[in-house]
């Protein structure tokens, strides 16, 4: 058997209210909290006032960075960094998706260590311990309150790119369903497939293993059996699908993603199509040519929890989630400079793949899903 290591610092909450009952324990991490979250979802949904009362009422101090973008670049981080050594916080709570919550941990690590968010691109050490960080998910896919990495995009290089440090896992996460309540159906479905895809991923990987797996293949078990319902407004399945976003990203914090995030970037890069939109939309064809080329046990056994990919288009098409890049508006022209910014953005996940891909490859890929 292959040795293990097995290393999560986060205590997690996953509590109906949890957010009311919870929060108050940030006390103990700091003296003064940055609350780093996107520009509306908290003030919409009333969870900003929330918080807010229960600051004033536990007399926490607090700043507020409401400034994160939707697709975050290296200087909305840097941004946030000034703001919170400006502010003197000592302690993170990102609330939000997983735009927030990366943007929060770049903005931990940063604040407590000099230079510039892309000198942590990778897996490069960070000489001081971040400042402590409690995360609070608003949508079911991104499993970032459990993961080391942070994914930022990189305008130079036009690539999204990930900070891989342990030191930035979340010390706290709080998972409470009711903030489901609030997100729109059609992003219980995006955010839920992207958490979907990471257990798919990660299932996939070469790097696989007994635990990653065993989170993997409960978050698809969850993921199939709830999703619908949950967009469908049921309670109890939105929980479910919850919790497996968070059994996802103990999966691939353990393993990273394979190549349906690579090249589900190139669209959020030149379209800026949503993150979980963009990943659902290219896992079938990736599923098919991976069933082609060197991983047909793999993906029979795949098929065997969550059905075959026929079933995974129709259900796609089902829940509202595009499956054709020309029915988003992608132009034929334009498949070269995807193929172009998907190479780019798999440069990491290559390494978990069995065989690495050619251009014609990627073509192949691209081409199906036009
Ligand atoms: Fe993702």
Do not use: W
């Not at 929330?50 to 981080?77: C, G, H, Q, R």
């Not at 000099?114 to 608003?138: M, Q, R, S, W, Y």
């Not at 054709?324 to 070269?336: F, P, S, T």
């Amino acid at each position: 058997m292959k040795e293990i290591y097995f290393y999560t610092p986060t205590k997690i909450y996953f509590e109906r209210g949890g957010i009311l009952k919870y929060l108050s324990l940030v006390k103990n991490y700091g003296k003064k909290v940055l609350i780093v979250s996107g520009k509306n979802f908290i003030f919409k949904s009333g969870i900003f006032e929330k918080i807010k009362e229960i600051f004033e009422k536990e007399k926490i101090n607090y700043a507020l960075f409401s400034k994160v973008n939707p697709e975050p670049d290296t200087e909305n981080v840097e941004e946030g960094v000034e703001f919170c050594k400006k502010e003197k916080c000592d302690v993170i709570v990102a609330i939000g998706g997983g735009s927030p919550l990366d943007v929060g941990k770049c903005i931990a690590l940063r604040a407590m260590n000099e230079g510039h968010i892309k000198d942590f691109f990778g897996e490069v050490e960070c000489k001081n311990e971040p400042l402590p960080i409690i995360a609070i998910p608003t949508t079911c896919g991104t499993g970032s309150e459990v993961t080391r990495y942070a994914v930022i995009i990189d305008k130079l290089a036009n690539t999204k790119k990930t900070v891989s440090n342990e030191k930035i896992m979340p010390v706290m996460a709080i998972l409470d369903p009711n903030v489901l309540d609030y997100l729109p159906e059609k992003l219980i479905g995006a955010t839920g497939m992207d958490a979907f895809c990471h257990a798919a991923e990660s299932y996939l990987a070469i790097n696989s293993d007994y635990i990653s797996k065993f989170f993997a293949i409960e978050s698809l078990k969850l993921l199939s059996g709830n999703l619908k319902k949950a967009i469908n407004g049921d309670k109890e399945s939105k929980e479910k699908v919850f919790l497996a976003s968070t059994f996802a990203g103990y999966a691939i914090n353990r393993t990273g993603t394979i190549i349906v995030h690579g090249i589900a970037y190139s669209l959020t890069i030149k379209y800026g199509i949503h993150h979980g939109t963009a990943n659902a939309l290219f896992l079938p064809y990736v599923l098919e040519f991976m069933k082609e080329n060197e991983y047909q046990e793999e993906i029979k056994e795949l098929e065997k929890i969550v059905g075959s990919i026929s079933e995974l288009k129709n259900f796609l098409t089902q829940i509202g989630l595009p499956i054709k890049l020309r029915d988003i508006g992608v132009k034929k022209d334009d498949i070269e400079e995807l193929i172009d910014l998907s190479i780019k953005g798999c440069e990491r996940a290559m390494k978990r793949m069995k065989f690495v891909l050619s251009r014609e490859h990627f073509e192949k890929i691209i081409n199906s899903a036009f």
